[in-house]
């Protein structure tokens, strides 16, 4: 069997994919050997209309608000730029606060707005034949996280655009299957680091060291 090139783009200090050195590859850069695919890519951005203003969308936010916006100022932008009127939020209940000041912000920039949360159905975890140990707290009711439940009642609520506020790893996956309208994430969750995951690749050199090393706390 031939050995698969390992794609390391994290590791390249050539970036011939963002210079004029297109010609100088690390032996690991995709391009050399994905050339199929990514002809594949530019024909798509080309052909397919919704493809083509998401695209437009995103780079004309990029650019305008390049070091300038928050997050949550680049969704309204991108949002405007997409003609989008009414935009629904995916959230978890432990960031209702979160989720209603993002849907007043939303509101304010002059959308129409609808928040569903994760618990959303009242489904028991036992229904879905988890047992008592894949409970967060065992012998005691938890209803489930439901997102393809989240991702169905924004879609029958008309909304354009889905933004996720806190999914848990996983579930925001299921939503993303499930929604048949462009999503973007507002929050990522990551319950020790007060929602901000990229600080433990921050400290992966010092207090999370040992994430690199393979071992759990």
């Known amino acids: 069997m031939e050995e698969k090139t390992e794609f390391k783009c ?17 032996d690991y850069c995709p391009m050399p050997v994905s050339k199929t695919e990514l002809d594949q890519a530019r024909q798509i951005y080309g052909s397919n209309e919704t493809v083509k203003s998401i695209f437009s969308a995103s780079a ?3 650019a305008e608000g390049y070091c300038k916006w928050t997050r949550i100022e680049e969704i309204i ?4 730029h997409l003609d989008v ?31 569903v949360c994760c618990k959303v159905g009242n489904i028991n975890k036992e229904d879905l034949g988890l047992s008592d140990e894949d409970k ?14 989240q991702a169905l009642v924004l879609g029958k609520a008309g909304c354009q655009l889905n933004v996720l506020v ?11 299957m499930h929604s048949k309208v462009p999503t973007t994430v507002l929050v990522a969750k990551d319950r020790v680091l ?8 921050y400290t992966s050199d010092s207090y999370y060291e040992r994430l690199k090393k393979g071992k759990k706390e």
């Open 10 to 26: 994290s590791y390249c200090g050539v970036q011939a994919c963002d210079n004029d050195q297109n010609n100088k590859h690390p």
């Open 60 to 62: 004309k936010t990029e």
């Open 77 to 80: 932008n991108f949002a405007k």
């Open 85 to 115: 009127d009414t935009i629904g939020i995916a959230h978890c209940i432990g960031l209702r606060k979160e989720a209603k000041a993002a849907h007043q912000i939303f509101k304010a920039a002059g959308f129409n707005v609808h928040s």
């Open 136 to 149: 967060v707290i065992p012998e005691d009711y938890e209803s489930a996280c439901n997102p393809i439940g």
């Open 166 to 176: 806190g999914l848990c790893v996983g579930h925001d996956s299921l939503f993303f």
């Open 194 to 201: 007060g929602h901000n995951p990229v600080a433990a690749l």
